[in-house]
């Protein structure tokens, strides 16, 4: 079942990630993006932190469906954190 959006929590400077949440049948899923991943969708290199979060908003469909994606595929267990990384990418 896809996930639906939820809410935008913002970049992870410790873990050079940007964290947001999605639902699935009105449980909350935790989500991120590794900082790589979103340069790379969005073809480009180093993007300051302080920008990531118009990054983020630009590319917010698809980084979703991703996760979507991901969610559908995973074992599910309370605490369950989708995770998208570079690898993730070429689906």
């Known amino acids: 079942m896809p996930l639906t959006r ?3 929590i913002g970049h992870d400077l410790e873990r050079l990630a ?5 639902t699935s049948e009105g ?4 989500c991120q993006i590794s900082d ?7 073809g ?3 993007t300051e932190s302080s920008a990531r979060h118009a990054q983020f908003l630009s590319l917010r469909e698809t980084i979703e469906r991703i996760a979507s994606d991901l969610y ?5 267990f ?14």
Do not use: C, N, S
């Open 6 to 8: 939820d809410k935008i």
């Open 18 to 22: 940007f964290r947001f949440t999605m």
């Open 27 to 30: 449980e909350v899923v935790q």
């Open 36 to 42: 790589a991943a979103l340069d790379e969708l969005a």
């Open 44 to 46: 480009m290199q180093g």
């Open 72 to 76: 559908d595929e995973a074992p599910r």
């Open 78 to 91: 309370k605490g369950f954190v989708v995770r998208i990384f570079m690898r993730h990418l070429g689906r």
